[in-house]
């Protein structure tokens, strides 16, 4: 192995992902494409081109994103508010659980009719995470299980190209078809989500004044999620900066204390990630009820920045021998099972009587997770469900990886 190269392969881990998110903001078609999306691409680039998918350390690179993976989830965890789940109204509440419903009931269904010739449950377990919360989830997931760097990275391509057509589809003509199948929004009257995000509870008389409210609240959201990676303040703001830094070290503590797990209970260390992923997602929800820890601004920012370094990371050390014999059907899997999913989300919704705007809602937090609300609540006109989807996106991101994971191990006992 080059040494020389293996250093510029880490230096490009480090500053190709600040130079992609500038060009998120500056084109709208990288945008559209994505960060994470471009990060893969770039990475698969490395690994294809001749004297770095030979020369640099690949085993190396696959422990730095594996380490990279372990300090983002605190991180983004860290800044969630889950008190805020009081504020959901019954509508968007059962929305939610019946996407969390239909990721897991399809996943368990996937695995036994791909059994006997694919066998496949880490990739069920990475579904009920990936659609339950988002990316972050399915790659905690997938390092934890031990899937792989090939197939972890078959599993994001085949999210971004099925996902990336569903995305479409929300934005442009899902209103329309959701409220044929499943009704329009029922409460006009007095919006159910406005009074809860606006401050308060509404008389009959203040209904107007209290939904402009909600509205407000909804389009400050966006300049939140829709840019993951936006710090919040400057590098001369020197505590902000140290706030951070701490944020970081103690994402490293939680990673320390699912080693000393690991070393008490297995007698091993760094060996089995299974049980320092659990601590960091355990301690980074635990961490964001202490106020102080919550409200630190860029933490979430530099999370998703560390996501970013991962997919480049993985990308670089794939084996793409192993890729291309694993890109189409995993890829057939992932349709399927999302197509499955949203269709089941819908089918739930019209049983159990939940609006086609929330359906629509709370099935973008659970297959995308916080940012992409905003787009999808704008399509349908609905900037009053911003506020309730960022909520149950980031309960998604709380709760996938522990629910992915209970799936994945009672389907590796099948």
């Not at 990721?103 to 368990?108: C, H, R, T, W």
């Not at 069920?124 to 299980?145: E, F």
């Not at 939680?254 to 760094?270: A, M, S």
């Amino acid at each position: 192995m080059n040494t020389a190269l293996t250093v510029i392969a880490i230096l490009c881990i480090l500053g190709i992902p600040v130079f992609i998110v500038w060009l998120t903001r500056k084109s709208k078609i990288i945008a559209t494409i994505g960060a994470v999306a471009c990060c893969y691409l770039v990475g698969f680039a490395f690994s294809a081109i001749g004297f770095t998918g030979v020369s640099y350390d690949k085993g190396l690179i696959s422990t730095v994103a594996y380490v990279l993976v372990a300090l983002s989830i605190p991180l983004i965890l860290f800044s969630i508010d889950l008190r805020a789940l009081k504020k959901l109204t019954r509508a968007t509440a059962v929305g939610f659980v019946l996407c969390i419903v239909s990721a897991i009931a399809v996943a368990v269904l996937m695995f036994f009719v791909t059994l006997s010739f694919f066998p496949s449950p880490k990739l069920s377990a990475m579904i009920v995470g990936l659609y339950t919360g988002g990316t972050p989830n399915l790659d905690a997931i997938g390092v934890s299980l031990d899937a792989g760097a090939t197939t972890i990275s078959a599993a994001n391509v085949s999210d971004t190209l099925v996902g990336g057509i569903y995305f479409l589809f929300l934005i442009s003509v899902a209103p329309k078809v959701y409220r044929v199948v499943l009704g329009k929004w029922r409460k006009k009257k007095a919006p159910l989500e406005t009074p809860d995000f606006a401050g308060g509870d509404a008389a009959n008389g203040e209904e107007n004044e209290k939904n402009e409210e909600g509205e407000k609240a909804g389009k400050e959201e966006p300049e939140k999620r829709t840019d993951d990676y936006t710090f919040g303040f400057s590098v001369r703001d020197w505590r902000s900066v140290l706030k951070v830094l701490g944020a970081f070290l103690l994402s490293a503590g939680c990673i320390g204390v699912g080693g000393l797990l690991e070393f008490l209970i297995e007698g091993t260390f760094g060996e089995n990630l299974l049980y320092i992923l659990l601590s960091v997602s355990v301690l980074g929800v635990a961490f964001s009820f202490i106020r102080p820890v919550r409200e630190i601004k860029g933490q979430y920012a530099l999370g998703s920045y560390l996501i970013l370094m991962f997919s480049l990371s993985l990308a670089m050390s794939i084996d793409w021998a192993q890729l291309t014999a694993e890109i189409l059907p995993t890829l057939a899997f992932f349709a399927c099972a999302q197509v499955l999913v949203i269709v089941l989300h819908a089918i739930l919704c019209k049983i159990f009587r939940v609006d086609a705007d929330t359906a629509i809602i709370t099935s973008t937090a659970g297959v995308y997770g916080p940012p992409f609300i905003a787009p999808v609540a704008k399509a349908a006109k609905r900037p009053d469900l911003i506020a309730p989807g960022v909520i149950c996106g980031a309960l998604g991101l709380a709760v996938g990886t522990v629910l992915g994971l209970g799936v994945g191990w009672l389907l590796l006992l099948v």
